[in-house]
């Protein structure tokens, strides 16, 4: 049986970081969307762990796969309130197992529900991909928006999983408060 390890990744975790996400987001650089993620050198990874919490799964001590929660400002973060994931990867050499659906769950559940104590967490996606809308929608996240960045990309959904729905009613009550007072 595989040990898992999930973790924050380090700065000595970067050229490993390149390879997964590089080999991941293959399907990106394909449809030609302008994700930062898609063209990640050594550089993009090591400030991306630097400034925001990059957490990694570990099998078998190797990382499999890594995704990214957002921390400071993200315009996504101010549309909606909740914590924002971002340069979600799995190696493609470990696709499939179910290392990926592991490593958001183990997110949502430890980090945006127990830790922050956030109700619910967003992520987005381009409606032009293939298969990521459905994947994330069979994990329980739902559209709540969606835009075009312009940027050529066409549709882009912002999707939300909550993580604690009593909690999460008090939060959109404190919303659409703070909105009808504006």
């Given amino acids: 049986m595989s040990e898992f390890i999930f973790r924050l990744a380090e700065k000595k975790d970067a050229p490993r970081l390149v390879e997964v996400i590089y080999d991941a987001y293959v399907t990106i650089r394909d449809l030609k969307l302008h994700w930062p993620a898609a063209h990640a050198n050594l550089e993009l990874v090591e400030e991306n762990i630097a400034e ?3 957490y990694v799964l570990e099998v078998e001590d190797r990382i499999s796969a890594t ?3 957002a921390i400071g400002d993200n315009p996504m973060t101010a549309l909606s309130g909740l914590p924002f994931l971002k340069w979600f990867a799995v190696d493609p050499a470990y696709q499939g197992k179910g290392y990926g659906a592991q490593l958001l769950g183990w997110v949502e559940e430890r980090i945006i529900r ?3 104590g956030a109700p ?5 996606t381009a409606e032009k991909h293939p298969w990521l809308l459905p994947m994330y929608e069979r994990r329980g996240y739902e559209r709540i928006h969606a835009f075009d960045p312009g940027n050529g990309d066409g549709t882009m959904h912002l999707l939300r999983k909550i993580v604690d729905s009593g909690h999460y009613e008090r939060f959109s009550r ?4 703070q909105a009808a007072s504006r």
């Fill in 120 to 124: 619910a967490v967003t992520l987005a």
């Fill in 67 to 69: 995704v990214t929660l």
């Fill in 174 to 177: 404190q919303r659409t408060g």
């Fill in 52 to 54: 925001n919490e990059c």
């Fill in 114 to 116: 127990e830790r922050l």
